[in-house]
Each structure stands twice: as C-alpha cells, then as structure tokens.
C-alpha cells in the first residue's frame, strides 16, 4: 500500500501542489493520503475529488490580502477587553473557498483515503483523524504519543483543526480537546502513514528557509524560528529513530527565503513539479 505523505510548511506548500501535478503526469498510484497543517488541506482537497490543475488555479488567484493582518482592529479590541486576541487572522474567506469540497464530507467518503493530523494541547499529544473503520497500528500510536480520534468529524473540521497555527489562527474545540496545528506535534507523519498501513511511502516535504538572517530580528521572528527548530528536529526523530523503516521516496522542496510570498506562488508550484519529475526514477522503482 503506497501512501502519499505531505508536510507543512505554510504558504510555502503550495510546492505539493506541483509535486501531484507531478504524480499525476507518471501515473503514480497513491492507496492513502497523509498530511499535516498546509499539507492536510491539500491532501484534503486532492482526497476529496480536486485535481492539481484545479488547486492550481485556486492558490494563484490569491488576493494579497487573504491572510493580512488587521493590526488596528486588534489593537483597539485588545485595549478594550484589556487581554491579548486568541488569534490574529479570520480564515473565513479560506474557508468560504473550500468548504464546497471539504465541509459535511465525511473521511468514509474521500476518493481516496485521507488521514489528517493535528495537535491536542489539552492532553499534549498527536491527534488523527480518518476512516474510522480502517486498521490503525495502536501499539505505535502509544508509543509515540498518538491517539486516533474517538469521535467522527468531517473533513473540513479536521483540517481546520491541523492548519489552526497558534496566535495566527483560531484554535479547534472538539469535545474537551483544544486542537492546533499538526505540524507542532508531526510535521511530517511518515510514522502516521505506517501506523495506517503503508508498506511504500511517497513523502514531498517542504524544506523552509535556513538559516535564519539574523540581521532580521523581531520577537516574532524569535518565537517562529524556536518553534521551527523544535519542529524540524521532532520530525526527523519521528521518521529515523521512532518509526520501522519502510520503503520510501522523499522529495526535499528547499524553500529559499525570497519565495515565501503569494507573488511567489507559481514559482514554487513549480519547485515541487520539477523537484518531482527529478525523482521519476526512484518513484517507479518505488510502485514497480
């Protein structure tokens, strides 16, 4: 069983976009999707019936000012409740697009089979949500500190749940969890993909910006890198140490600093197409 894994990466996942795109012109064969964070919504939506030309078109019709930040307002709101805000974007108009794909789908009705992480903060542990009757390794969800959801969710919630960056945007209540992105606990769930069953793994993991420019400091900046670093090193722990080694194939997409922008969309669709195609070889003799 082939198992298509995609990390985060935030904007800059649009690369996976390219990668199916990719897929799709060799005829890859994928039994099970596997995302994370910005990897979960496109694995959502290519699960659920969206093609990678469609998403394509999608992503590069971004207006600007989808994810921009209403410093004003939030300034004037945090002085009148005299508390910091919960989270800093409304992700309405994200939604408003997806939601005919995604939102009242059910995980028993993807096309293909959709598993989606996210982060329970309450009790500080991996959250997956998928077909609720598919075989799940449970022995090396405990170990690792993973716990398949005990209740059924629709797709759209559980992408909210794993893309829901803490400060950025809101968090996601289900029962007496809070959940937030899967890319703090699993940025890149090889190990999920073997918990599910997957003998043959395709991972297309976005490789961000490194190392930092330091002329650039900010509060922020210190906050985003040290959350970076901890993702980055719990990751590889996950996939090398962790986890029974399976046979795979990873598409490293390094993301340079100056092409994490929306105008830079294309561009990075296109990465991922050709640093895709680049592995051509190693994919066939991976599905052979």
Known sequence: MTALVLSGGGLSAVAEIGALQAL??????IDMIVGTSAGALIGALYASGMDAEGMQTMAASQPRQMFSVPWLQLALRTLRRRRLP?????ADRLWALTDPWLKGRSFQSTRIPLWVTATDLVQRHVVVFGPPESWFDETLATSLSVAKAPEPVDVAVAVRASTAVPGLFSPVRIADRILVDGGIGDDFPVDIAIMAGADRVIGVWIDEPTPWPVHHLSASGLIYQSM????????????????APASKVIIRIPIEGSMTSLAAISRMMELGYRRTLDQRSDLFRLVA
């Open 228 to 243: 970076a670093v901890m993702i980055r090193q719990l990751s590889q722990v996950r996939q090398t140490v962790a986890v």
């Open 24 to 29: 799709e012109e060799l005829h890859i064969p």
């Open 86 to 90: 919960l989270f800093l974007v409304d």
